[in-house]
């Protein structure tokens, strides 16, 4: 199994050409699906003592296997937070693996940690952060809520010396994963009513904290809601918190690409402020999965809260530039920063500002779409990618039903979603192959 000989020397090039020739295929194949039966017939036993051999189980993949998965790259896939890496960034990421770097130690990483630093730096300037702030690719945005909580709390408990409950104030805006994030940690959540379109605001922020009955020591705030697109109050939330010691976490894990888009930025005033944030590259900076950046004001914090010790780890020098294992929830990590930093090398920080802002003019485009079409209703006006319109006289189960049928057909995936307790559609445009055409496909396709 080990040793480069012949036999991998021709593997390499199996491999190699269905990589090539996956990405070539634009668009790919939508694929759906399929029951652990039907694929249990299709596969048959595919763990053998003497092996199947790389043709058959690459073929394994490729024709039972990889159609059984959605591609989340297709440009009419605009459900959920679509992917879209550059070729660029596809293609290192299998150097990442075959380079074989153990991304949490100075000592043994410091190249690729070095890049992933630069990488963090560029993110860190689009915010706003001091010159020593700093952080980590973690695996998901998830991770980086769960780490940035576990950090503010942690600080918190140091600085007052204490170790009793406090919690932590969100919005309805806030993402799923920062109410797991509390449950995992233990720490009890402070709900902050939103405005009208679920939005936390420094006035409301302020008033909740005025007649809340429960100590709080850290906001969660989002830029660039999952559901909506919509952005928070961040100015305002920065103000409340400076003033009341508070820390700010934004988790920014799919709108941040937007720091990179000069008609966005001023969106997130007050960014510069927080704490901590997250962006997810794996979202809207085309980067594939998994890849989430979390950005520390002060990552001395992060080291203090997060720093293992053991006896063999004695010999790693206290005085490393830096060690990212210090910095987040984990131990052993590929360096997944790397395909970013290559695509964003190669390319420049302009084509990010282009290819982010097409995210953004197609969701107003695609506004405009709806506001003319009588079989359609806009929800609100889009602010980042996120378009939420009403297929007028349609209930949720016509909804659901004309999404099952887009997909079985290969037309795309365009999922409803529940906002303020009614079923509408959701498009999430992150893809910039991604046409005004293919748009107008799935909405007329809901005539
Ligand atoms: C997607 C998302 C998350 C979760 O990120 P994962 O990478 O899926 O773990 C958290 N917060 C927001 C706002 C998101 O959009």
């Given at each position: 199994?080990?040793?480069f000989?012949?036999?991998?020397e021709?593997?390499a090039?199996l491999?190699l050409?269905?990589?090539?020739d996956r990405?070539?295929?634009?668009?790919p194949p939508?694929?759906g699906?399929?029951?652990?039966?039907?694929l249990?017939?299709?596969?048959?036993?595919m763990?053998t003592?003497?092996?199947?051999?790389?043709?058959?189980?690459l073929?394994?993949f490729r024709?039972?296997?990889?159609?059984?998965?959605?591609?989340?790259?297709?440009?009419r896939y605009?459900?959920?937070?679509?992917?879209?890496?550059?070729e660029?960034?596809?293609?290192?990421?299998?150097?990442?693996?075959a380079?074989?770097?153990?991304?949490?130690?100075?000592?043994?990483g410091?190249?690729?940690?070095?890049?992933?630093m630069?990488?963090l730096?560029?993110?860190?300037d689009?915010?706003?952060?001091?010159?020593?702030a700093?952080?980590?690719?973690?695996?998901?945005?998830?991770?980086?809520?769960?780490?940035a909580?576990?950090?503010?709390r942690?600080?918190w408990?140091?600085?007052?010396d204490?170790t009793?409950?406090?919690?932590?104030?969100?919005?309805?805006?806030?993402h799923?994963s920062?109410?797991?994030?509390?449950?995992?940690?233990d720490?009890?959540v402070l709900?902050?009513?939103g405005d009208?379109h679920?939005?936390?605001?420094g006035?409301l922020?302020?008033?909740?904290?005025?007649?809340?009955?429960q100590e709080?020591?850290?906001?969660?705030a989002t830029?660039?809601?999952t559901?909506?697109?919509?952005?928070?109050?961040?100015?305002?939330?920065?103000?409340?918190?400076q003033?009341?010691?508070?820390?700010l976490?934004?988790?920014?894990a799919?709108g941040g690409?937007a720091l990179a888009?000069?008609?966005?930025?001023?969106?997130?005033?007050g960014?510069?402020r927080?704490?901590?944030?997250?962006?997810?590259p794996?979202?809207?900076?085309f980067?594939?999965?998994?890849?989430?950046?979390?950005?520390y004001?002060?990552?001395?914090?992060?080291r203090?809260?997060l720093?293992?010790?053991a006896?063999?780890?004695?010999?790693?020098?206290p005085?490393?530039p830096?060690?990212?294992s210090?910095l987040?929830?984990?131990m052993?990590?590929?360096?997944?920063?790397?395909p970013l930093?290559?695509?964003l090398?190669?390319?420049?920080?302009a084509a990010?500002?282009?290819?982010?802002?097409r995210g953004?003019e197609?969701a107003l485009?695609?506004?405009?779409?709806v506001r003319?079409?009588e079989?359609?209703e806009?929800?609100m006006d889009?602010?980042l990618?996120?378009?939420?319109?009403r297929?007028?006289?349609?209930?949720?189960d016509r909804?659901?039903?004309?999404?099952d049928?887009?997909l079985?057909?290969?037309?795309?995936?365009?999922?409803p979603?529940?906002?303020?307790?009614?079923?509408?559609?959701?498009?999430c445009?992150v893809?910039?192959?991604t046409?005004l055409?293919?748009?107008?496909a799935?909405?007329?396709?809901?005539?």
């Amino acid at each position: 199994m080990h040793g480069f000989g012949p036999e991998s020397e021709r593997l390499a090039r199996l491999i190699l050409d269905y990589v090539i020739d996956r990405l070539r295929q634009s668009p790919p194949p939508l694929d759906g699906p399929r029951t652990p039966e039907e694929l249990r017939d299709a596969t048959g036993q595919m763990i053998t003592e003497h092996g199947l051999g790389p043709d058959a189980a690459l073929a394994l993949f490729r024709d039972v296997l990889a159609p059984a998965c959605i591609s989340s790259d297709h440009p009419r896939y605009v459900a959920f937070v679509p992917t879209a890496p550059t070729e660029a960034a596809s293609f290192f990421d299998l150097v990442v693996s075959a380079a074989n770097i153990y991304g949490d130690w100075w000592l043994e990483g410091a190249g690729a940690i070095y890049a992933e630093m630069q990488t963090l730096r560029w993110l860190a300037d689009l915010a706003g952060f001091p010159p020593d702030a700093s952080g980590v690719f973690l695996s998901g945005g998830t991770a980086g809520n769960l780490t940035a909580l576990t950090v503010a709390r942690q600080t918190w408990r140091r600085r007052h010396d204490t170790t009793r409950p406090a919690a932590v104030a969100v919005a309805p805006s806030a993402h799923s994963s920062v109410r797991l994030s509390a449950m995992v940690t233990d720490i009890p959540v402070l709900v902050v009513p939103g405005d009208e379109h679920g939005r936390l605001t420094g006035t409301l922020l302020r008033d909740a904290l005025d007649h809340a009955d429960q100590e709080v020591f850290a906001v969660v705030a989002t830029g660039g809601a999952t559901n909506t697109g919509l952005i928070d109050d961040l100015a305002g939330v920065a103000e409340v918190c400076q003033d009341r010691g508070l820390w700010l976490h934004v988790d920014a894990a799919y709108g941040g690409a937007a720091l990179a888009s000069s008609i966005a930025r001023p969106w997130f005033d007050g960014i510069e402020r927080a704490d901590s944030f997250i962006v997810d590259p794996h979202k809207w900076l085309f980067a594939p999965f998994d890849c989430a950046a979390l950005l520390y004001r002060d990552p001395n914090l992060a080291r203090a809260a997060l720093t293992q010790h053991a006896g063999y780890l004695e010999t790693l020098a206290p005085t490393a530039p830096l060690n990212p294992s210090d910095l987040g929830i984990h131990m052993t990590r590929r360096v997944r920063g790397l395909p970013l930093w290559f695509s964003l090398t190669s390319h420049g920080t302009a084509a990010y500002d282009a290819a982010v802002t097409r995210g953004i003019e197609l969701a107003l485009a695609t506004a405009d779409r709806v506001r003319q079409a009588e079989h359609l209703e806009l929800v609100m006006d889009p602010q980042l990618s996120v378009v939420l319109f009403r297929r007028t006289g349609w209930d949720a189960d016509r909804c659901q039903a004309w999404t099952d049928q887009a997909l079985a057909s290969g037309l795309g995936l365009l999922v409803p979603t529940v906002h303020d307790g009614e079923t509408v559609f959701r498009c999430c445009f992150v893809n910039p192959t991604t046409t005004l055409a293919d748009v107008d496909a799935l909405l007329d396709a809901m005539r």
